[in-house]
């Protein structure tokens, strides 16, 4: 070896030892996430849920939304069609989101504050959204995506009757069902659009309307037939790896279901059924988040976020979490996924309003279907924000969910399939 090689390979195993020594002494002094309590995480989450749902429900209330509610829309796509849709897209969506939060009662804390704030411009919002006079009149009569969207509200009637149905005038109340009746002109794709044209009729039937029997019968009887074990359902006829589990089907059949038994209209061991299959579903979804606090962005309508999370959250939220899954490792788990996505990505406009994307601007990856209003859905992964403050989900002490007891050598379940 020449002289000039061993001062070369010297010189770059020098530099090379200074380099990791760098780094680690970086690594080392970059400060541990901090522990945060049951009442930060929870004025964490409603601060969050606030600022993303305010743009959608004040400028309804303002009869402002049309006009100033951005439409962006995937690359190369025209804007015109999305903006028959995505205004209701976004109202129903952000309802269903914080319809929980919504549902308590009011108290004197800067949270309830907030709360009530949200309700009555909502309640006034819907006013708007339903008058044929309001330039926030909203599209229920043309097209076949307000059959998704009016189920999204259908939810939230079905999720916060007292607050957001039961004060609403009786004339409001009759245009709203005017509205829901009206979709029955049109129908969707053969998947989980049956179940919002079925929970679309469960809420007129809950409100005392006629409802149509043979949407209703035709979505309980195929979503049940898509059952495809262990917790899964099929999309359809085929099955599709994503979150549409958790987006729809499970959260939105249980409330569908709800209904029906209250009507007589199946029986106990059918919800049952349905309700134990989303817990189980659960488990997964709670498995799912790195001990980093993020999660795998495959499948379609990654755009979705945090909806990913509704399953986990409405089971934490009915307080029928598995026994070994705490309230408050789903607590710690799901604030992991918040503060990576929302802390670390900047997910909304200069105007408070979402962008498409993931994790920050991301519009390449938006599907055709999607528009700004859709993104809306992310509101949904909040639904734990409707158990009160003294619960034992916002009290317990932190705790580490399973991915991360298992990527730090402690104790965890172990996960086998289940038959039902």
């Known amino acids: 070896m020449n002289k000039q090689l061993k001062l070369v390979l010297c010189t770059l195993f020098l530099w090379g030892g200074i380099f990791h020594v760098n780094v680690t002494a970086q690594k080392n002094k970059e400060p541990k996430p901090a522990v945060t309590t049951g009442q930060q995480d929870r004025e964490y989450w409603s601060n969050l849920l606030y600022k993303m749902a305010s743009p959608v429900i004040f ?30 897209e976004a109202v129903g969506r952000t309802m269903a989101g914080v319809a929980p939060w919504l549902a308590l009662p009011d108290d004197d804390t800067k949270e309830g504050k907030m709360r009530k704030e949200l309700r009555s411009a909502l309640l006034k919002g819907i006013v708007n959204a339903v008058d044929p006079a309001s330039p926030d009149y909203l599209n229920f009569r043309t097209e076949s995506q307000p059959i998704v969207d009016a189920a999204y509200m259908a939810q939230a009637f079905l999720r916060a009757p007292k607050a957001l149905w039961e004060p609403l005038d009786s004339l409001t109340k009759r245009r709203v069902a005017e509205e829901f009746k009206a979709l029955r002109t049109r129908t969707g794709a053969y998947n989980n659009w049956l179940l919002f044209a079925g929970i679309n009729e469960a809420f007129l039937m809950s409100i005392g309307e006629q409802a149509d029997p043979v949407r209703i019968q035709y ?59 989303m817990i189980r579903y659960s488990e997964f979804s709670e498995r799912i988040i790195s001990p980093e606090g993020t999660y795998p962005a495959f499948g379609r309508s990654s755009t979705y976020r945090t909806a990913a999370f509704q399953a986990l959250g409405q089971v934490a939220l009915m307080e029928k979490l598995p026994e070994y899954i705490q309230p408050a490792q789903v607590r710690c788990a799901v604030s992991a996924v918040m503060h990576r996505m929302y802390d670390q990505c900047n997910n909304f406009d200069s105007n408070g309003w979402l962008v498409l994307g993931f994790c920050g601007s991301q519009p390449m990856i938006a599907d055709s279907y999607t528009s700004t209003g859709s993104l809306y859905m992310a509101t949904l992964g909040f639904l734990p924000l409707g158990l009160p403050a003294d619960n034992k989900f916002w009290t317990d002490p932190a705790a580490d969910w399973t991915s991360k007891k298992a990527w730090n050598s402690q104790s965890f379940k172990k996960d086998y399939h289940v038959d039902y």
């Open 59 to 88: 400028n309804l209330a303002n009869n402002t939304l049309r006009k100033n509610m951005p439409v962006e829309v995937p690359p190369g796509a025209k804007p015109d069609f999305y903006k028959k849709v995505t205004h209701l």
């Open 219 to 277: 979505a309980q009887n195929k979503i049940k037939e898509w059952y495809v074990g262990d917790g899964w359902y099929s999309d359809g006829p085929s099955f599709s790896m994503d979150y549409y589990n958790s987006y729809v089907i499970h959260p939105m059949l249980v409330d569908f279901f709800k209904v029906l038994l209250a009507k007589n209209r199946v029986k106990a061991e059918d919800y049952d059924l349905a309700l134990k299959r």
